[in-house]
């Protein structure tokens, strides 16, 4: 039902440097290791896979093939429970470490498809207007050097991490804050700006927030 590619384990520098163009002050940049391989799903959950899982379709834009969004990170959790339940795999959410360097792909840029530096509307699905935009259909954009769909714009995405400060030092796997509500979600999504979509940039909500430009995509562990 899901289409995942495999992550090598790599060491990459996470967070921005303090002259990318639009950084946000809590992107300091530190090495970060992944030491163990992954799958990750190549484009964010849809709407149809969501409701193969729970019956249900929560999105406020309807379309089997959009992704699903109106999901709480609480929501996810259930999702995720469910699936695992089907012993198929184990399946979770990213942690911010692993998105951001699937994001990158192997970049050290602002952004990790095309030229790194400049995106527009023809690349991702950015900068819409909320009264007109809207989310669009899983790979309608090209994919980045990993295979990857959708990392930049159309619908931020949970991860599992709780949002906090990063760590000042060279670490490996993090884990994210040890102490917050808030969860992080990454990606930038159709009403933002390209600024909210690159690799770096960093967003905070509760775990029971919702919105029609806010998903999620899956991570299989590997056996």
Request: glycine share 10%.
């Amino acid at each position: 039902m899901f289409e995942f590619v495999l992550i090598e384990p790599g060491t990459f520098l996470m967070g921005s440097p303090e002259d990318e163009l639009g950084r946000w002050d809590d992107e300091a940049l530190h090495e970060v290791t992944i030491t163990k391989p992954f799958l990750m799903q190549t484009t964010p959950v849809t709407q149809e896979q969501w409701e193969a899982v729970m019956g249900n379709k929560p999105s406020f834009f309807k379309g089997d093939n959009l992704p699903v969004e109106s999901v709480s990170w609480r929501n996810i959790q259930y999702f995720i429970q469910l699936l695992n339940e089907r012993g198929e795999g184990t399946y979770r959410l990213p942690t911010e470490a692993e998105w951001e360097y699937c994001c990158r792909a192997g970049t050290d840029t602002p952004f990790g498809i095309d030229n790194g530096y400049d995106l527009d509307k023809t690349l991702a699905n950015i900068d819409g207007d909320e009264a007109t935009g809207k989310p669009t259909p899983v790979k309608s954009f090209a994919p980045n050097a990993w295979g990857l769909y959708d990392m930049h714009g159309n619908v931020w995405e949970w991860c599992q991490d709780r949002y906090g400060e990063y760590p000042s030092s060279a670490v490996s796997d993090p884990q994210g804050a040890k102490s917050n509500s808030h969860r992080v979600a990454r990606g930038g999504s159709w009403y933002f700006r390209a600024r909210s979509a690159r690799s770096a940039s960093r967003r905070s909500n509760s775990p029971g927030y919702r919105h029609h430009g806010l998903g999620f995509r899956l991570v299989k562990e590997m056996e």
